[in-house]
């Protein structure tokens, strides 16, 4: 007689599905069902979907709408077209929630701050190219950062607008002066790093000059890379990759902006 059989496979594998299931209730299911009965909290309306078990058409919505930068309206569309505040959904197997609701935004950015994470996969991310820091801690090593950061923002630092002026004029010395219509959005943004730049690290990418040196704009594309791993990244089966797969690129990425400006900080 074998000792394997499909049967076999499925009563074990159903035995360990109803063990965690009782794990979880009288754990995590437990102190959410206190914190519910504490609160008088009511259940998250949920998101319809086609994919009842892994939300893979969420996930495939949030990705497109991700990289057309439209991921905020879709998610306020979201919230309007099931007439909520604060809505429950399923991707790839987890349950995630988008709120607009005003006494939850409250809690999570104020009354009960400490209760809530930036999170693990946040902070990986972060971590990986920007180290620890005040963007990738919390607790009392996030008030310590703040602390460390704070002469920085102190009025008599902040008064002196000269470096800022200097960034500003170069922006505007690249706006076509012929009425030309023309994106500001990446001005913009290069206009913040370079100030962010030389503020807290003492020298600027310059990233607005019309030829940065070689190590600024090493850093510029790298730093951009490691915020938004994706996006270049075209056609599903290779987002699909990026998302699962290791990225050695970001990698490389990391390194160089851990090796150039934050070695300074």
Sequence with gaps: MAL???????IALIALFLTHRVYWESTTGARRRALKKQHGCLPAKRAPRKDPILGIDWFIKNLKNFKE????EFWQSGLRDNNAHTLSLRILGQRLYITDDVDNLKTLLATNFDDWSIGTERIKQITAFLGKGIFTTEGPAWRHSRDLLRPCFERSAVADVT???KHTNRLIDLVPKDGTTIDLAPLFHQLTLDIAT???????????DLEPDEESREFVEAF???QNPMKDTKGWFNIFL???LPDRHFKKCARIVKGTYLRHA
């Design 4 to 10: 394997f059989s499909f049967t076999k496979l499925a």
């Design 69 to 72: 930068h439209r991921l905020l």
């Design 163 to 165: 470096m800022m002026g």
């Design 198 to 208: 030389e503020f807290l690290f003492g020298r600027s990418t310059n990233s607005l």
């Design 224 to 226: 951009e890379y490691c």
């Design 242 to 244: 990026a998302v699962f």
